[in-house]
């Protein structure tokens, strides 16, 4: 193995394993660190992934999100509920666990993951006694607290011919990580935590010192736990951390024990939750979880889920009053368009002047729509928007219109959006046309039908009426 040092494998290990993985972690940071980051934008993003989609509404469906068991059909309606931070990290999890994880991970892996899982658990709890708005940060921090070296056995070239990294004698290991390595497992986790800006508590954390911070503090306490767990609760090793876990707590020896046994067993559903079904029997838990989760391939063409239309339908009025923002019930319609009725691409574009600029868009590549949806409605332009605003209400712009009227699509409008078949609605506010829904199923989508409109129609009069309500005074 011809790859030595520090820069040379955090490099490989990017490069290898992970490509996309970075691009998305840099969107999730800029969005959620920026200080007019808002519910939409996140939500575009993670809805851009169906099987990121499906795991986020999985968790923020779980005893440890969801506390009033009311069902969430929303990523927008999870993302108020959890906030914007916690969604993050739940994505960031999510994203670091789908890229590493194969059919067939490694043994040695799939340890590795389940001690994180364990211990971000555990880290978690521990945070939230302290400090209820740590916990997502600090679940992160400990489930990726091994990341060099989870990154390192999910490597293709990469065998498991050396008994020595394995070994639990930590000089033994840390003379075979600089025979293989040239450096140590922990210098490539701190140097992926700073490419991906993955948090100051996971740095910190790999190196702690007196000073460090209560975050910092559960974070190796929880990673000291699962360690500790594997040799049984009644060891002398989980006596010994047990004491860091009472000065932080200041619980009493016997109320600790249970707590961190309980988070043991709460950390097997928290893999589960995630997907990692296979690292559920690693977790040392007092009971054991052997429910595998069906994994279902992300299919590009979406389908309609009547079920899920009603649910979020539903979900839009109980949102309008409890008068939620107006962005984020337009977020939600939009989803119930996309993932409810199966409409691939999907736009709210909003009436300025002689101008229709997209303001919310989901779908495959719609990522630039903001920027470059933008349509002349003005009184010498023609084309499906201005014939769509000027009639009002809904229409379906079919291939027999498409073919017969060749003004519908100009040139400005066909490099952005094709021309394929489409709906329009148009937003009115009393007698002031606002704004305008588009769908359409774009070219590997099939043909729109007539259950498909009224589906749309019935979304689009939702929205109508939220905005209506909301812009009243209360």
């Known amino acids: 193995m011809s790859t030595k040092g520090l820069s040379a494998w955090a490099t490989k290990l990017r490069s290898q394993n992970m490509p996309v993985l970075g691009d998305v972690i840099a969107e999730l940071n800029k969005i959620t660190g920026s200080d007019d980051a808002d519910v939409n934008q996140l939500a575009e993003v993670i809805l851009r992934d169906p099987h990121l989609t499906t795991h986020v509404l999985r968790i923020a469906n779980s005893v440890q999100y969801n506390y009033s068991k009311v069902l969430i059909n929303t990523v927008s309606r999870a993302i108020v509920l959890i906030g914007l931070k916690g969604v993050r990290a739940m994505c960031i999890s999510l994203l670091v666990m789908d890229s590493l994880l194969t059919d067939q991970p490694k043994e040695r892996l799939l340890a590795l993951v389940a001690q994180g899982f364990h211990a971000a658990t555990q880290a978690r709890n521990l945070a939230q006694r302290i ?44 003379s075979a990580m600089e ?12 140097e992926l935590a700073k490419h991906w800006k993955l948090g100051d508590t996971l740095e910190q954390a790999l190196y702690p010192t007196h000073h460090s911070s209560l975050k910092v503090k559960a974070v190796v306490a929880g990673e000291r736990l699962s360690r500790a767990a594997l040799y049984g609760w009644e060891s002398p090793q989980v006596r010994k951390v047990l004491k860091e876990v009472i ?29 990692v079904a296979q690292a559920c029997p690693l977790i040392p838990s007092s009971t054991r979880l052997h429910t595998e989760l069906p994994k279902t391939p992300a299919s590009r063409i979406l389908k309609g889920d009547p079920k899920l239309q009603l649910s979020i339908l539903r979900e839009l009025g109980t949102a309008t009053q409890d008068r939620l ?7 939600m319609v939009l989803e119930g368009m996309h993932r409810g009725i199966g409409l691939e691409r999907v736009c709210l574009a909003f009436i300025d002047r002689h101008k229709l600029k997209a303001k919310y868009a989901l779908g495959d590549s719609t990522e630039h729509w903001r920027s470059r949806f933008v349509f002349d409605i003005g009184p010498y332009s023609e084309n499906l928007f201005t014939k769509a605003i000027q009639t009002g209400g809904a229409h379906w712009f079919n291939s027999e219109e498409i073919t017969r ?10 490099p952005i959006l094709g021309r394929f078949p489409a709906f329009t609605s148009v937003l009115q506010l009393d007698q002031r046309k606002v704004a305008l829904f588009y769908a359409d199923r774009w070219s590997f989508g099939g043909k729109l039908d007539e259950d498909q409109f009224e589906s749309f129609k019935h979304f689009a009069s939702q929205a109508e009426y939220s905005l209506r309500v909301l812009t009243k005074k209360p």
Do not use: P
């Open 247 to 275: 000065e932080y707590t200041g619980q009493a020896e016997d109320e600790a024990l249970e707590m961190v046994r309980q988070g043991a067993d709460q950390a097997a559903q928290v893999a589960l939750n995630y997907g």
């Open 131 to 174: 400090d209820d708005k740590a916990g997502e940060e600090v679940f992160v921090a400990a489930l990726l607290f091994n990341l060099g070296e989870m990154a390192f056995w999910a490597s293709e070239d990469v065998v498991a011919d050396n008994a020595n990294l394995l070994s639990d004698d930590a000089k033994v290991r840390r």
């Open 405 to 414: 009227d060749s003004s519908l699509y100009s040139a400005e409008i066909i």
């Open 325 to 331: 923002d107006v962005n984020t019930i337009f977020q």
């Open 179 to 190: 025979e293989v390595l040239g450096t140590s497992f922990k210098a490539i986790t701190r």
